[in-house]
């Protein structure tokens, strides 16, 4: 991880001096992750492309701007959550961004598929609200801290821990294996 | 039942110091509604871990195209170095500018009620000093000469003809130094004529 922040802030002060090899460097990296994101954010595969493809053209546009070039993964992430929230907004000007239509949950079982755990987990994720969703998304498989979280959403970190908190609770109980251990 | 205290989403989220971490680890194998917890927790975890990553429909590039480059000015606004010198070349300019400015305008400035005032105050300062001069020349040994006769005659006939003929002195000086003030306020006028022009020339450069 030290040794990744590192890379990024060597390749991001090369990008800013005009080199283009430094900035597709850093497309290489987190293009992938920035994709699955905004994928599990918006559930529509174009979408997520589209936004990706502009999240990285604005920051190449902004990157003198980065106060902290060994920070570039977070104030990405920051970049497409905005241009994810415009689009949602733009889409749908009618419907709260809160509000997204939950589909029908199913509960993991030990000797589930491994296709039937990823349309359950698609499924409890999509029941969540977008806030609850993108913070749990940020933290279970971006890795990313509360406080990072925080910067990325633009709120303080004990809202991101409270969304996180609750996004699990209901994650918990729509997933959970019927039976198993209760306390 | 867990204990409420123990916040095992933390723990799994790795959001604890190590020495929380460490306390919450042994507490694991005492408590069994704690270790239920975790494990429920842990599961769910685990499944929301086996969530595949998805593979992009196509990769991203950028290429070496002025169009996406950053515009100069968004670059040079962006820049905190480029600002910071802007700014002190706009300073400097404005420090040139002031210590330019106010010399023009006072030349400028220099107009003819002003300069007539000003020559005004020099004639009347050259006609006070000229008047006392006079007085402390003439006039003063006058007086003291009369008072000297008078004192010494002690007749009232006298006296009025000594006074008739300071009188008389005193007109004809005052005829003179009328026309002495005269030739000075004319000397006066034709130097701040000269004035005039040449600060009506320095106004125009």
């Known amino acids: 991880m030290i040794f990744r922040e590192v890379d990024d802030?060597?390749?991001?002060?090369?990008?800013?001096?005009?080199?283009?090899?430094?900035?597709?460097?850093?497309?290489?990296?987190?293009?992938?992750?920035?994709?699955?994101?905004?994928?599990?954010?918006?559930?529509?595969?174009?979408?997520?492309?589209?936004l990706c493809q502009d999240a990285f053209l604005k920051a190449y546009q902004s990157l003198a701007r980065l106060e902290d070039p060994a920070r570039f993964g977070g104030w990405l992430f920051r970049i497409a959550h905005n241009e994810a929230i415009s689009a949602i907004r733009r889409?749908?000007?009618?419907?709260?961004?809160?509000?997204?239509?939950?589909?029908?949950?199913?509960?993991?079982?030990?000797?589930?598929?491994?296709?039937?755990?990823s349309l359950a987990v698609e499924s409890a994720l999509a029941k969540?609200?977008?806030?609850?969703?993108?913070?749990?998304?940020?933290?279970?498989?971006?890795?990313?801290?509360?406080?990072?979280?925080?910067?990325?959403?633009?709120c303080p970190p004990s809202t991101v821990k409270s969304r996180v908190y609750t996004g699990l609770e209901l994650l918990k109980e729509m997933l959970s294996p019927a039976g198993a251990p209760r306390g | 039942m867990q204990?409420?205290?123990?916040d095992w989403k933390a723990y799994l989220l790795e959001?604890?110091?190590?020495?929380?971490?460490s306390r919450l680890k042994n507490h694991l194998g005492e408590c069994?509604?704690?270790?239920?917890?975790?494990?429920?927790?842990?599961?769910?975890?685990?499944?929301?871990?086996?969530?595949?990553?998805v593979e992009m429909p196509r990769r991203i590039a950028f290429v070496s195209d002025p169009v996406f480059e950053p515009s100069w000015w968004r670059r040079f606004w962006s820049s905190a170095p480029r600002l910071a010198f802007a700014g002190m070349a706009m300073l400097a300019l404005a420090i040139v500018v002031h210590a330019y400015a106010p010399r023009q305008a006072a030349t400028q400035g220099v107009d003819e009620a002003k300069l007539q005032a000003m020559v005004e105050q020099q004639v009347q300062?050259?006609?006070?000093?000229?008047?006392d001069q006079r007085v402390r020349e003439t006039v003063l040994p006058l007086v003291q000469e009369?008072?000297?006769?008078?004192?010494?005659?002690?007749?009232?006939a006298v006296a009025a003809q000594l006074v008739a003929e300071l009188d008389q002195k005193l007109k004809s000086q005052r005829k003179s130094d009328l026309a002495t003030i005269g030739e000075e306020f004319d000397l006066i006028q034709r130097r701040m004529g000269m004035m005039y022009v040449t600060a009506s020339r320095q106004g125009g450069e």
């Not at chain 1, 080199?19 to 529509?44: H, M």
């Not at chain 1, 806030?131 to 633009?154: P, S, T």
């Not at chain 2, 300062?125 to 008047?131: E, G, N, P, Q, Y």
């Open chain 1, 9 to 50: 802030r060597d390749l991001v002060l090369r990008a800013r001096k005009g080199g283009v090899d430094a900035y597709n460097a850093l497309v290489s990296r987190w293009e992938k992750r920035l994709f699955n994101y905004l994928l599990r954010f918006t559930g529509n595969s174009e979408d997520a492309l589209d």
């Open chain 1, 91 to 117: 889409s749908k000007p009618e419907v709260s961004i809160e509000d997204q239509p939950p589909e029908s949950g199913r509960r993991t079982a030990p000797g589930m598929a491994p296709v039937e755990v």
């Open chain 1, 128 to 154: 969540l609200s977008s806030d609850q969703r993108e913070a749990v998304l940020l933290k279970v498989y971006q890795g990313f801290k509360f406080e990072e979280i925080a910067e990325i959403l633009g």
């Open chain 2, 3 to 6: 204990c409420h205290e123990n």
């Open chain 2, 15 to 21: 959001e604890l110091p190590p020495a929380e971490r």
């Open chain 2, 32 to 53: 069994a509604g704690c270790a239920a917890e975790y494990e429920r927790l842990s599961l769910t975890l685990t499944a929301l871990r086996r969530l595949p990553e």
């Open chain 2, 125 to 131: 300062a050259r006609l006070t000093a000229a008047v």
């Open chain 2, 146 to 156: 009369t008072a000297r006769k008078a004192a010494e005659s002690q007749s009232g």
